[in-house]
């Protein structure tokens, strides 16, 4: 799972990219140059109780990358976001899964906002309708080159550009009006015919109100806000203070903990952030473990055990037999896959089983 970290010159974005990552990338000035990668393991209460139960060698959480890009330096200006956008990074921006949208809504006079004032929901707005534009421009090319072309070849080619046209003619609209893809309500097979142009505004995208401090004790009142005038489908708002995180990445565990509480934080807004990632993206996790590893995989909610035995290795799919499936804290609470199978928690599944968050799964497999 990749997200992309975007939002406006000023935003705190490379902030929330350092807290993210626990990385020290550079903050200074508006807009950087530089890409920025790093990798978070997932936190997951369920594994550690898994692995001391197995005492493995080797614990592996679930991991997401973030990659910071370079942030948008526009202001009234409105033109194609991607129009001086390098074409590396502009492939990393429509290759990543989600995006998540670093929106300033702290005040700080040593850094003042790029427009002077501060104002979550335009500055929102204008990155919003930067990427309307952009899918805006790649739809009309698509459209037009389809109009001229699309005629030619095998039936069954102009059969499937004809149905290819109708869904970027039935997307020209929306656009225009300043609606984004992902509210556009198309079908599987609609979905399906456009996917390869990875649209921006078609991505799931969580909103990240970077607040300050001060206002730490009315976080969920302006999430409230701020959600209230973005309903878009597949998009979440939530809150955090970069810069308040920043600092208890610095403090030792309980040290932290102990800042939180005084601060009245509930949990930590930057694992908060990960598991809306997750939600957004319909994802859930499995576990698999044993005397060498624990681990947590990532599949879409839905997937099946077929689909499960494929993330962890093509042969397992190849050669499936069936799949043994305890959930985890029946496990935990039973304390061995002998005592799951005596107590009837322990279930013997084919291909087709839908697998749960939190399920515990054993391959079996011919070789």
């Given at each position: 799972?990749?997200?992309?970290?975007?939002?406006?010159?000023?935003?705190?974005?490379?902030?929330?990219?350092?807290?993210?990552?626990?990385?020290?990338?550079?903050?200074?000035?508006?807009?950087?140059?530089?890409?920025?990668?790093?990798?978070?393991?997932?936190?997951?209460?369920?594994l550690p109780q898994l692995t001391a139960?197995?005492?493995?060698?080797?614990?592996?959480?679930?991991?997401?990358?973030?990659?910071?890009?370079?942030?948008?330096?526009?202001?009234?200006?409105?033109?194609?976001?991607?129009?001086?956008?390098?074409?590396?990074?502009?492939?990393?921006?429509?290759?990543?899964?989600?995006?998540?949208?670093?929106?300033?809504?702290?005040?700080?006079?040593?850094?003042?906002?790029?427009?002077?004032?501060?104002?979550?929901?335009?500055?929102?707005?204008?990155?919003?309708?930067?990427?309307?534009?952009?899918?805006?421009?790649?739809?009309?090319?698509?459209?037009?080159?389809?109009?001229?072309?699309?005629?030619?070849?095998?039936?069954?080619?102009?059969?499937?550009?004809?149905?290819?046209?109708?869904?970027?003619?039935?997307?020209?609209?929306?656009?225009?009006?300043?609606?984004?893809?992902?509210?556009?309500?198309?079908?599987?097979?609609?979905?399906?015919?456009?996917?390869?142009?990875?649209?921006?505004?078609?991505?799931?995208?969580?909103?990240?109100?970077?607040?300050?401090?001060?206002?730490?004790?009315?976080?969920?009142?302006?999430?409230?806000?701020?959600?209230?005038?973005?309903?878009?489908?597949?998009?979440?708002?939530?809150?955090?203070?970069?810069?308040?995180?920043?600092?208890?990445?610095?403090?030792?565990?309980?040290?932290?903990?102990?800042?939180?509480?005084?601060?009245?934080?509930?949990?930590?807004s930057l694992d908060r952030v990960i598991?809306?990632?997750?939600?957004?993206?319909?994802?859930?996790?499995?576990?698999?473990?044993?005397?060498?590893?624990?681990?947590?995989?990532?599949?879409?909610?839905?997937?099946?055990?077929?689909?499960?035995?494929?993330?962890?290795?093509?042969?397992?799919?190849?050669?499936?037999?069936?799949?043994?499936?305890?959930?985890?804290?029946?496990?935990?609470?039973?304390?061995?896959?002998?005592?799951?199978?005596?107590?009837?928690?322990?279930?013997?599944?084919?291909?087709?089983?839908?697998?749960?968050?939190?399920?515990?799964?054993?391959?079996?497999?011919?070789?």
């Open positions: 799972m990749q997200i992309a970290i975007i939002g406006l010159a000023g935003s705190g974005k490379s902030t929330v990219f350092n807290t993210l990552t626990r990385s020290h990338a550079d903050t200074g000035g508006y807009g950087g140059v530089v890409v920025n990668v790093g990798v978070v393991k997932v936190p997951d209460h369920r139960l197995f005492r493995p060698k080797k614990e592996t959480p679930a991991d997401v990358t973030y990659v910071d890009l370079p942030a948008s330096s526009r202001s009234a200006d409105l033109r194609d976001v991607t129009s001086d956008m390098p074409a590396d990074q502009l492939a990393r921006l429509r290759n990543a899964d989600a995006l998540l949208h670093v929106v300033r809504v702290f005040d700080d006079a040593s850094n003042p906002h790029p427009d002077g004032s501060v104002d979550a929901l335009r500055d929102i707005e204008r990155l919003e309708l930067e990427f309307i534009f952009s899918d805006l421009a790649q739809v009309e090319r698509r459209a037009e080159k389809l109009r001229q072309t699309g005629h030619h070849g095998a039936p069954e080619e102009r059969e499937v550009n004809d149905r290819e046209l109708a869904v970027h003619e039935r997307l020209l609209p929306g656009l225009h009006a300043g609606k984004p893809i992902r509210d556009l309500d198309l079908g599987d097979d609609e979905a399906k015919l456009v996917r390869g142009f990875r649209f921006l505004t078609e991505k799931p995208e969580l909103v990240v109100l970077n607040i300050g401090e001060v206002d730490l004790p009315r976080q969920a009142e302006l999430v409230e806000q701020i959600a209230a005038r973005f309903p878009h489908r597949r998009s979440l708002v939530d809150a955090l203070s970069a810069k308040v995180e920043m600092e208890m990445n610095e403090l030792e565990p309980d040290d932290a903990a102990a800042f939180r509480e005084d601060l009245g934080l509930q949990e930590a598991h809306l990632s997750y939600r957004l993206l319909g994802l859930i996790s499995f576990f698999t473990g044993g005397p060498e590893e624990t681990r947590a995989w990532t599949i879409p909610d839905g997937a099946t055990a077929l689909d499960a035995a494929a993330a962890i290795h093509s042969d397992l799919a190849r050669g499936f037999i069936r799949a043994e499936v305890v959930h985890w804290d029946d496990l935990v609470a039973l304390g061995s896959t002998a005592e799951a199978r005596k107590a009837g928690k322990l279930r013997s599944e084919g291909k087709t089983y839908r697998v749960r968050d939190g399920d515990y799964i054993t391959v079996l497999f011919n070789v």
